[in-house]
Structures are given as C-alpha cells and as structure tokens.
C-alpha cells in the first residue's frame, strides 16, 4: 500500500537541497538517507534521498542526482510516496494512518449520525475529517482529542462529541442557501 509521507516544497540553496512538508509521524523512518520514494506526479521519480538535516525547524532533503537549485525547484509541490506493509500499525496507541480513517461512519456520543469520512486534510495546525452527511453536504471535523473521542477500527466509526454549531450551523447555512427560512436567534 502506498501512502504520502511528504511534499516538496521550494529550493534551499544553490546546491539542490528541498524544504518538505511531512505527512507522516515517522520522518526518520519513511525520510531517511537510503529511502526509495515514489512521486506525483510519477514522471518526477522515483528519488532516492541522499542526505536529510533539520534547519531552522524544517526538514531539508537532497535526492541523488538533483545537484543545483534548478533542478530542485522543478520538483516543487511533488508528492513524495512511501510503499508500506498495510498489515503494520502505527506505534502509538492513538495513531492512524489514513486508509484506516477512509471510509468510518462518524456519529455523535449519543450514536446520532453525522455522516462518512470521505478525506483527510492535514493542515498545519491539525488534520480535519471531511465528512460526507446523508444529504451529500459536507462538514469538517477537526480532529482532535476534545472532539474526536473515540476511533472504532472494528465498527468501523468514529465518535464525536461536537462543540454547539460545528455541525449545527452547517445545516442552518445549507437552509439559508436553499432559500429555506432559518429561526432568528434570540439575543440574550
């Protein structure tokens, strides 16, 4: 099974060394010197990292044969990708890779059904389910300890206890946008 472990981002220097945004809990595993990695686009690699270091908090990569800042720049925002046995887990207790999350019913703690995850967007600040709702909208769900409370990899859901209005709102911004009338709030 292939996952994304990175990103390429802009050229550090003059002599082809990249910035990368990791996707992955384990950079020293997956992103080390030696490691064989596929790319998106696949005409880019594959590439075979020669040396790693950490600079000013973000990881630098060089990959055999990429010599000069030209050549580095040209694999700006490639997808790096990692071949990994879909039978080994994550180390932590609390981890997930990806393809685990795809896919699981989210409900709420008093088993009300949100909808499916039908993505995972890794921002910077933290990940966010995309959840399909039965109706076809979506909501994001941050995915957090206070909001995610339970992963169920055998019932295949998820559980959440949403703040006020995370999902709420979204339906009352659907109403507004489908013309329907939605109750005035009162002030207090």
Do not use: C, W
């Not at 997956?30 to 064989?36: E, I, K, S, T």
């Not at 600079?55 to 990959?63: C, D, P, Q, V």
Request: glycine letters at 6%; hydrophobic letters at 40%.
């Amino acid at each position: 099974m292939q996952l994304v472990v990175a990103r390429i981002g802009r050229a550090h220097g003059i002599k082809g060394e990249v910035t990368v945004e990791v996707r992955t809990d384990e950079p020293e595993l997956r992103l080390a010197p030696g490691a064989v990695l596929a790319t998106d686009p696949a005409s880019a690699g594959p590439l075979t990292i020669e040396t790693g270091r950490v600079h000013s908090g973000r990881l630098l990569l060089r990959f055999e044969g990429v010599r000069d800042r030209n050549a580095a720049e040209a694999l700006r925002n490639t997808l790096l990708i990692a071949e990994v046995d879909p039978e080994v887990l994550p180390e932590e207790e609390d981890e997930y890779y990806d393809h685990q999350l795809m896919d699981l019913d989210v409900v709420t703690k008093d088993g009300a059904e949100v909808g499916r995850i039908t993505e995972i967007s890794h921002l910077p600040s933290q990940d966010l389910f995309i959840v399909e709702r039965p109706d076809g909208s979506e909501v994001l769900i941050p995915f957090v300890e206070e909001i995610v409370t339970e992963i169920d990899l055998e019932e295949q859901k998820a559980v959440i206890d949403p703040p006020p209005g995370l999902i709420d709102d979204q339906a009352a911004r659907d109403e507004v946008a489908d013309g329907r009338s939605v109750p005035a709030r009162e002030e207090s």
